[in-house]
Structure formats: structure tokens, C-alpha cells
């Protein structure tokens, strides 16, 4: 606030100064008349100048102030909260195979089931399409070249018509199980008209049938009354259980049978061929199958009391409808008997009818041939 003041009074004096200043109309002062106030007015104006520099501050460095040393707020902890991320649900767009195998279902022969050794047998699948195409005629069942075939075909056509897609179809194979006992696996597949192979699921997997072949067994005495007992001294069929009076010949069971001197406990066979020279009684049984490593097996002698027995027995067959052959045959009187164990390797396989037989050797006196427990084993 000073300052303006201290320049007022300067122009003030300046004023002054200029009023007192010589015209030239007028005749200089002489001493000790107006040059004493032009003489005040100049050290007036000295004075002023002189007051007006020691007034102004002199500018300098501004004085550092020590303040009071505080320790500093330690930050404020900010909780983060997290702010839940949107979350946008896209729904992906799924391509759906041109030819894709859904639920394959087992219809019959479910896995593990026994089979005997070379018997046919018909397996069916029921199989849905899950796929973008219909299948049409030109689809097939094929097998895949893993495992066993079971002497299927390649091939067969999936169907005559059409199987749209989500619907499904039943398609069929005729197989034959191996002859060696044993589990057996065989894949299978599809394939279109431009014979792509596929399967089921996205990786295109193989379905399959499974299968358990059992050793085949067969007992004679068993089944004696599924047999065709004939002989050869009659057109007509021989009955079961027969009659010990018959004239023709006849075949009975026996539980406590008696070779010789010998008692068994085992059932038995008791073949009379017919009052007649050289006779014969036989039994035609329902073909039956083979697998390797059967045996026939059977005791063959004369049962106590028949005397004069003098008898040979034999064992016949016909493998899958062919003609009739001889496995072996064996001859027995009262005092001997023998133990048959026949390999059946030949046959393993095959569909076979077996055929006993006992004929008499010369004339017949009530030879009374026995066949204890005949049977099929390994």
C-alpha cells in the first residue's frame, strides 16, 4: 500500500516543480528570490526518491520454515469388492454327422451266451440313426476285421428301404460258432454308397455279438427215447422203453445193470437185437454238434446170465446229412468187456447223428448187449 502512496506524492511535487519553471517573458531570478523554492523542490524530490528506494523491500530468497516433522497417514486399505463378470451363454452350433450310429441294442443272443461248438445261430441288432442322412438301400451291415468273423458274411444290406433320421432299424446276421470252447468276439459296423465305413458315437466305434462256446456233452442214455429204434427183422419202429418179450428186439434202460460178475451203478443200455441169424438193433439219435476234443465214451459187455452172448457193437454216424459211415465197432461175449474212449476230432464242427447198434454174431439167444453210460465228453 505504500508505494502508490509514495507515487502520489512524487507527481504532487513534480506539479509543484513545473508551476516555479522560468518563462521566457521572465527575467531570470536573481539570488534569494524563486530559485529557492525550485531548489526546495528538487531536494524534495531527492528525499522522496531516496525514502521511496529504502521503502521498497529488497527481493530475495524466501525464509524455508521448518515445520513440525509428522509421520505420514499410513494409506487408507481399500477393500475391493469384485464386481461380478457378466457372463453371456453362447450356444454352440453343433454340425451333426451325415451318417453317425446311435443306441445299438442286443435283440437276442445278449453277451456271454452259451453256444455249442459249430452250431448256427442268428444274431440281431436293433440300431438307431442318429445321424443328418437317411439310410437307404445302399447301406450295409459289414464286418469290421476284428475278432471273429464266426464264418459271417462281409456283408449284408442294412435294409430295403429307408430309416430316416431318429428312427431305427433291425438288422440281422447269420453266424456259426467256432468249434474249440472258448469266447469269441466279433465287431461290426455300417457303410454308406460311397462305402465310408462308420460306427456308433463320435468316434465311430464298433458294435458286437459274444458269444460262450461251451464243449458240447451228450448222454445216450438220457436222451435214449429221442432216438428211432429200429431192427432188421421189422418195418416198424420199436418202442421205448420196450418189452423184453419182443421178438424184434428191444432196448430198455437199466439203473443197476450187471456185467458178468460185475455190478454197476451207472445207466445203461440194454440192446436185445431180434430172435433172428444175424440180427440187429439200432438207435438213430437227432444230430447233435461236435467241437474238438470230444470223445465218445461207454463201457460194451453182456449182461449176467446171457450165456451164449456173442455180440458185436458198433458206433455209426452222418455228419451234416451225409451218408452214413462207421466210427469203429467192437465185439464182446460173457467174459470180457471193454472201455470205448473214441476221439471225435474228425468231426469237431460238424452236425452228427449217431447210431448204435448191436448185432448178433450167427444166431441169437437172447445176447442181452449192454452200453453203459454212452456218451459224448471231453
Keep these: 500500500m505504500r508505494k502508490p502512496f509514495i507515487l502520489f506524492l512524487l507527481s ?8 516555479n519553471l522560468p518563462r521566457q517573458d521572465q527575467p531570470t531570478e536573481t539570488p534569494g528570490g524563486s530559485g529557492l523554492v525550485q531548489t526546495y523542490a528538487a531536494q524534495t524530490l531527492e528525499a522522496l526518491g531516496t525514502q521511496l528506494a529504502a521503502s521498497t ?34 450356444t454352440p452350433t453343433v454340425e451333426i454327422p451325415c451318417d453317425r450310429a446311435g443306441k445299438v441294442v442286443d435283440v437276442n443272443v445278449p453277451d456271454g451266451t452259451t453256444i455249442a461248438p459249430g452250431a448256427n445261430f442268428t444274431k440281431t441288432w436293433e440300431i438307431q440313426n442318429v445321424g443328418s442322412c437317411t439310410w437307404n438301400s445302399s447301406y450295409s451291415l459289414v464286418f469290421a476285421n476284428q475278432g471273429n468273423a464266426m464264418s459271417g458274411p462281409a456283408s449284408k444290406q442294412l435294409t430295403s428301404g429307408t430309416v430316416a433320421p431318429n428312427q431305427k432299424v433291425q438288422v440281422s446276421v ?54 428211432t429204434w429200429t431192427s432188421n427183422t421189422t418195418s416198424s419202429t420199436l418202442a421205448c422203453n420196450g ?40 438207435g438213430t439219435y437227432p444230430a447233435v454238434n461236435v467241437s474238438q476234443g470230444n470223445r465218445f465214451k461207454a463201457i460194451i459187455g453182456c449182461q449176467a446170465g446171457a450165456t451164449n452172448c456173442n455180440v458185436k457193437f458198433k458206433v455209426n454216424y452222418k455228419a451234416d446229412g451225409g451218408s452214413e459211415q462207421n466210427l469203429g465197432e467192437w465185439s464182446a461175449d460173457i467174459n470180457t468187456f471193454n472201455k470205448l474212449n473214441v476221439d471225435l476230432s474228425s ?32
Design 12 to 19: 504532487i511535487a513534480v506539479l509543484l516543480g513545473s508551476c
Design 57 to 90: 523491500p529488497t527481493q530475495s530468497a524466501p525464509a524455508t520454515e521448518a515445520l513440525p516433522t509428522q509421520a505420514p497417514n499410513p494409506p487408507t486399505a481399500t477393500a475391493t469388492v469384485p464386481r461380478p463378470t457378466p457372463t453371456t451363454t453362447l
Design 174 to 227: 447269420d453266424l456259426k460258432a467256432p468249434t474249440t470252447p472258448g469266447t469269441y468276439r466279433g465287431y461290426w459296423k455300417l457303410r454308406n454308397g460311397a462305402s465310408v465305413v462308420f460306427g456308433t458315437g463320435p468316434t465311430d466305434a464298433a458294435f458286437w455279438v459274444e458269444i460262450k462256446v461251451v464243449a458240447s456233452s451228450y448222454n445216450f442214455v438220457n436222451n435214449y427215447c429221442s432216438a
Design 243 to 282: 418189452n423184453s418179450a419182443d421178438t424184434n428186439g428191444f432196448v430198455i434202460k437199466l439203473d443197476n445193470p450187471k456185467f458178468g460178475t460185475r455190478n454197476e451203478d451207472e445207466p445203461t443200455l440194454w440192446m436185445n437185437p431180434p430172435a433172428a441169424d444175424n440180427s440187429e438193433i439200432r
Design 347 to 378: 468231426l469237431a464242427g460238424k452236425s452228427v447223428q449217431f447210431i448204435l447198434i448191436v448185432q448178433s454174431n450167427g444166431p441169437s439167444n437172447q445176447d442181452q448187449g449192454l452200453w453203459e453210460q454212452p456218451r459224448i465228453s471231453s
